[in-house]
Structure formats: structure tokens, C-alpha cells
């Protein structure tokens, strides 16, 4: 394994800026003092960078002249993905997933970028049967489930294979994130904000791996300053129930938490006739199947390598929670309808 250099960066480059994950990991290196320059797509809502002291270059991962974007900085987080459950957005998750990972790293390497962090997720891992996955662990392509899933596994053999031809790149892989900037929502933030609004009369019996996002945009800067060449991380807390994390909500708001679960049939019917009847007469469909096969599953997984080589922090979940509630009141989301239509470039 090659270790990092022993040195300090000042300048970084980061895609994804805009998204959930993006705008805490931006706030965090302004705050460590680093010159910040961020990759936004003509398209993009800058809310979540707004009034902070950043440069911006309008532009795609897939532009030919995104290297001339990179120079003069030493170090890049690639955090931005395509975030798609749905069946018909397959091509673009493949050419923004995969096509723009290997193009922004092979700029990289052309800019002079001295090292990579890859921002990949668990779901490139997949979920063991057995025992919360860490990892050492790696599911057979066929086996994960939706396209995004399969996307963020061919994008992260990207990241492998420029690290293995010499490239310095680290991988992290998010669990499930949950705090402020959530902006479009994720789903995770949508439960959050269908349990504030009184919209969850009844839950799926399924389990997610939590962790603050502040916890992660640190485990990307540990990555920079301590992580592996090649290697990956899985930036993660606690494993929970969906039951005992809206428990958890309860605990902090004061409202009910949903006492019955709904039979996995009930919404694993409903999302294949939305998708596979009702999506090609032109309706547009409210269930991705994908997404209810994968809360079937308990996606549990073991952070204890990044937190003993990394130094990942583990803050409690129940403040991540108050925060991400807190942060949803404070932004006017509990009586307002998010967006759900918008396309969203982060994790």
C-alpha cells in the first residue's frame, strides 16, 4: 500500500458541492482554512453554497475541458453522483456515475491532482445476509439491487483501477447520512420530513446503517490526511431499525411515532404497477420499485476500520436527528412540499 505524503494541502477541488453530503464536506474545509473551488452544473440550485467564501466553475463531469478547471489544485473530492431509483434513469446514472467518474479522474491525473478521495456508498458494497458488512465484503454485481446500486459499483471499480495504475485515490462509502443542508431531500430526509408533516401512518420493517453528515464530511478529510491508497472506508455509525429511529423522533419532538408496519406486498405492488404499467403510458410513477426491495433487506454495516485507522467520529445519532429536524423548521420544510422531480447530483 502506498501511504499519503506527509504533507498539507491548501487548495481543493470539489464536485458535488451542492448536495447533501457536498455542502457539509465545503463548510468543513473552509472552516480547516482551505481554499475551496467547486464544480457546479449549469442547472444547479446554489443554496446550499450560498454567501460562503468559495470559487465556482460552471461545468459537467463530462466536459473535455474540465481539467483546465483543476489546475492549481492540489487535491479533489469527487463527491458528486447521480441519485436514481428509477428504472428509466439507468443511462444516466451510468454515463454520470460511471462515464463521469472516469473522466474527472482521468482530468485529474492530467490537472497534476496529488491525491483523490472518491466519494463511493455502501451501496457498492451490498448487504450481507449474515452479519453487518464491512469492507472486506462485496456483493456479486447481480445481486445488488436498482441501477444506482449497480453504478456506484462499476464507479468505484473506476476509482480501483486508476489507483492500482498509480494514481493516488482513496475510497470512502457513506453509510446513511442524516443532519443539516439536506436539501432536496434523500430518502432518509424524506421519512424525516413525512414524520414531521404527520404523513407516516405506517412504517416497513427494515434497518440502515445512520451517521451524522458532519461525521462524514470529516471522514473525507481523515481520508485525505490518513487513508490507504486504494483501499476504502466505510464511513458509518449506528445500526438501527426504521422503528427505533422514529422512536428516536418521537423522543425528540413530542409527535406519535407510527405504531404498525405495512406487508412488504403492499408497496412492492403498487411501485411495479407505477413502473412497469403506469411509467411507459406517460404517467409519472411515486414508488420506485427499487427502493421498496431494498428496504426488504437490513443494511447493516461495521465502520469500526475507519474509526480506529481514520479516526472517524461517531456522534450520537439522536443529535444528528434534532439537527436535521431542527434545520428542516428553521428552512420552512415542514409545511412545504419538497421537489421531488429534481434531478440530484450527490450521495
Same mark, same amino acid.
Given at each position: 500500500m502506498v501511504h499519503p505524503p506527509p /504533507?498539507?494541502?491548501?487548495?481543493?477541488?470539489? =464536485?458535488?458541492?451542492?448536495?447533501?453530503?457536498?455542502?457539509? *464536506?465545503? /463548510? *468543513?474545509?473552509?472552516? %480547516?482554512? #482551505?481554499?475551496?473551488?467547486?464544480?457546479?452544473? !449549469?442547472?444547479?440550485?446554489?443554496d446550499n453554497l450560498r454567501g460562503l467564501a468559495i470559487e465556482t466553475v460552471v461545468g459537467d463531469l463530462s466536459d473535455p475541458g474540465i481539467v483546465e478547471h483543476l489546475k492549481g489544485c $492540489?487535491?479533489?473530492?469527487?463527491? &458528486?453522483?447521480? #441519485?436514481?431509483?428509477?428504472?428509466?434513469d439507468r443511462e444516466a446514472l451510468y454515463r454520470s456515475n460511471i462515464l463521469g467518474t472516469r473522466n474527472i479522474l482521468a482530468a485529474a491525473r492530467q490537472a497534476g491532482i496529488e491525491r483523490t478521495v472518491y466519494t463511493s456508498s455502501v451501496a457498492a458494497i451490498g448487504v450481507s445476509e449474515d452479519n453487518p458488512a464491512d469492507e472486506t465484503y462485496q456483493s456479486p454485481l447481480e445481486k445488488l439491487i436498482g441501477s444506482y446500486?449497480?453504478?456506484?459499483?462499476? &464507479?468505484? %471499480?473506476?476509482?480501483? %483501477? &486508476?489507483? $492500482?495504475?498509480? $494514481? +493516488?485515490?482513496?475510497?470512502?462509502? !457513506?453509510? =446513511?447520512p442524516i443532519g443539516p443542508w439536506d436539501r432536496k431531500p434523500t430518502p432518509t430526509g424524506d421519512?424525516? *420530513?413525512?414524520?414531521? /408533516?404527520r404523513q407516516m401512518p405506517f412504517y416497513l420493517e427494515t434497518g440502515l446503517n445512520l451517521i451524522d453528515v458532519r461525521d462524514v464530511a470529516h471522514g473525507h478529510?481523515?481520508?485525505?490526511?490518513?487513508? $490507504? =491508497?486504494? +483501499?476504502?472506508?466505510?464511513?458509518?455509525?449506528?445500526?438501527? =431499525?426504521?422503528?427505533?429511529?422514529?422512536e428516536q423522533l418521537a423522543d425528540l419532538t413530542g409527535l406519535p411515532a407510527p405504531k404498525y408496519t405495512v406487508p412488504a406486498w403492499i408497496p412492492l405492488s403498487a411501485a411495479w404497477v407505477d413502473e412497469h404499467l403506469l411509467a411507459p403510458l406517460g404517467k409519472v410513477p411515486s414508488i420506485p420499485l427499487a427502493g421498496v426491495q431494498m428496504a426488504q433487506q437490513q443494511m447493516y454495516y461495521d465502520a469500526s476500520k475507519a474509526v480506529r485507522d481514520l479516526g472517524l467520529p461517531q456522534t450520537p445519532i439522536q443529535i444528528a436527528l434534532k439537527d436535521a429536524v431542527d434545520w428542516y423548521r428553521t428552512h420552512g420544510y415542514i409545511d412545504a412540499k419538497s421537489n421531488p422531480t429534481e434531478s440530484e447530483f450527490e450521495l
Open positions: /504533507r498539507t494541502y491548501s487548495h481543493a477541488f470539489v =464536485t458535488g458541492g451542492t448536495g447533501f453530503v457536498g455542502a457539509n *464536506l465545503v /463548510r *468543513l474545509l473552509l472552516e %480547516q482554512g #482551505y481554499a475551496v473551488r467547486a464544480l457546479v452544473r !449549469p442547472s444547479s440550485r446554489l $492540489q487535491v479533489l473530492f469527487h463527491v &458528486a453522483a447521480h #441519485y436514481s431509483l428509477w428504472r428509466s446500486k449497480k453504478s456506484k459499483f462499476l &464507479a468505484e %471499480q473506476e476509482a480501483q %483501477q &486508476a489507483a $492500482q495504475a498509480g $494514481q +493516488d485515490v482513496v475510497i470512502v462509502n !457513506p453509510s =446513511t421519512i424525516i *420530513l413525512r414524520f414531521l /408533516r478529510l481523515l481520508a485525505l490526511k490518513r487513508g $490507504q =491508497t486504494g +483501499d476504502r472506508y466505510i464511513l458509518g455509525n449506528e445500526n438501527l =431499525t426504521l422503528k427505533a429511529m422514529l
